[in-house]
């Protein structure tokens, strides 16, 4: 038997504890703003802009607490975070042609 897809695993997991009350939009987006700040902390104070390799499981840990958040978030907008991102992809394609973009960290509104 196969696992379960991650977002039926995680609605699995919030059902068991009745916790579907406190996921509505806003909570979901307050938590996801949360744990990519959790992202941010690990990152202060280091030096060269690296996580020490002992917190790279930290780091893991992190970056799945953004992705329960984001997954569930999507679901409870039937958004295909897949699908959105290939759509996101190509207006950025769009917004950031090559011939102007290239080695240039400016927003598309700044693009000359």
Same mark, same amino acid.
């Given at each position: 038997?196969?696992?379960?897809k991650? /977002?039926e695993?995680?609605?699995?997991? /919030?059902?068991?504890? #009745?916790?579907?009350?406190f !996921? #509505? ?5 307050i938590?996801?703003?949360l ?5 941010? *902390? ?6 060269? &802009?690296? /996580? &020490?390799? &002992?917190?790279?499981d #930290? $780091?893991s840990d992190?970056i799945?607490?953004? =992705?329960?958040? $984001?997954?569930?978030?999507?679901? !409870? =907008?039937?958004?295909d975070?897949e699908?959105?991102?290939?759509e ?7 917004? =950031?042609?090559?011939?102007k973009?290239?080695? &240039?960290? #400016?927003? =598309?509104? *700044?693009? !000359?």
């Open positions: 038997m196969s696992e379960p991650p /977002i695993a995680i609605k699995e997991f /919030i059902k068991e504890r #009745d916790w579907e009350q !996921h #509505d939009p806003k909570n979901l987006a938590s996801l703003n744990e990519s700040a959790e992202i941010l *902390e690990l990152f202060q104070w280091t030096k060269n &802009n690296e /996580i &020490n390799n &002992n917190r790279i #930290d $780091l992190e799945a607490d953004v =992705y329960y958040w $984001l997954l569930l978030l999507a679901d !409870h =907008y039937e958004i975070i699908k959105a991102l290939r996101k992809i190509k207006k950025n394609n769009k917004k =950031y042609p090559i011939e973009s290239k080695g &240039n960290s #400016d927003k =598309y509104s *700044e693009l !000359h």
